[in-house]
Every structure is written in structure tokens, then in C-alpha cells.
């Protein structure tokens, strides 16, 4: 199977990657925290991987913005890089302790860049999705349980936040696509080079 141009393989991936995903944390989440087993659990994956596949595209593109918005950008050099020089004045040098410190924030700036993403994306989904669910299964919506839900959705994204980045930037990486990281970083070096 070719691909027209870059996006649609991105949106592929993004969506192949996503999907797995949710079919697996969201199983999870649906047998200890849903209180769902078997046919439910079945049920519930099959609509969500719905949802997904039309969602997970978007939610890929809402990423890369964010990461562009916040310029969450990958680190230029690994820790261990910094430390490697066995003469410790070097560690207290400007440009070395500027390096540690750029590290470590880069890790808080990605944390808060992956949940400002999610948490302004995935609770509107799920709103939606459980909305129409309701809609469908009782002809009526309880909005209070929508709106439980989608705290609920809030509550657990600094679990799922980060780690559905581990995976569909993982599978960017894989299939040699750039993560929504590099994309920043291109845009600002596009920026500096038109200055």
C-alpha cells in the first residue's frame, strides 16, 4: 500500500498506533475501572477504536500544534553526554550546567505540553462519544454522567497522556516519520534561518 504524500502515511500511523493503544490501556481501564468483562469489554473497544480511527489523525496534527505552540523541542544532547568528561570543573561550566538544567526542564515542558494536548482534545471526545452512546442505548442523555466521565477522562491523563505519546511517537520513530518534537524544532529553525 503506497501513500499519496507524508500526512497520509502520518495519519496512518497515527491512527494504527492510537488505536493499539486504546484497545489495550482502554481494555484495562475498562475491566478495573469500568467494571466491564467479556462481551463488554468487547463492545466498548469495538466502539472506541471507531472513534479513534476517525479521531487519532486530528489528534496527531492537535499534538504537533501544541508541541509547536510551547516549542517542545528534542534535547540536543543525552545526560550522560553532559557528564561524560571526566574533569568535574567542567560539570559548573555556563554552557554544561545550562545543558543539565535544559534536560531536565525539557522533560517537566514535555509532561505539560503532552497534557494540555490531551486534556483539551480527549475529554471533548469522550463527551461526544458518550453522548451518543447514551443517545443509543436509552434514547436520553444524563449529562452529570457525561460530565463524570470526562473528569474521570481528566483525572487519569497524566497516565495516559504520556504514554499514548510513548506509542504514537514511538511508531512515528518506526516508520521513520517525525515526532511532533522534531516538527517543532524544524519549524524553529525555518523561523532563525528566515531572521
Partial sequence: MGFKNDVSKKVAV???SRVSYSVVVGALIDYF??????????????????????????YGWWQDKW????????ET????????????SHYFEREKFGE????????????????????????????????????????DVDFQQVAEG???VVYISPLIAPTMR?????ARKIFGIKTSAEL????????????
Fill in 14 to 16: 497515527d491512527t494504527g
Fill in 33 to 58: 475501572m469500568g467494571g466491564l468483562t467479556g462481551w463488554g469489554i468487547v463492545a466498548s473497544r469495538g466502539v472506541a477504536t471507531g472513534i479513534n480511527s476517525v479521531t487519532s489523525g486530528p
Fill in 67 to 74: 508541541y509547536g505552540i510551547l516549542k517542545t523541542v528534542p
Fill in 77 to 88: 544532547r543525552k545526560l550522560k553526554e553532559v557528564f561524560d568528561d571526566n574533569d568535574i
Fill in 100 to 139: 543539565v538544567a535544559n534536560y531536565s526542564g525539557r522533560r517537566g515542558k514535555q509532561f505539560l505540553t503532552d497534557m494540555i494536548a490531551f486534556n483539551t482534545f480527549e475529554p471533548i471526545v469522550y463527551g461526544i462519544s458518550n453522548c451518543v452512546g447514551q443517545l443509543i442505548n436509552t434514547g
Fill in 150 to 152: 470526562m473528569k474521570a
Fill in 166 to 170: 510513548w506509542t504514537m511517537q514511538g
Fill in 184 to 195: 517543532a524544532k524544524e519549524s524553529l529553525e525555518n523561523i532563525v534561518l528566515k531572521e
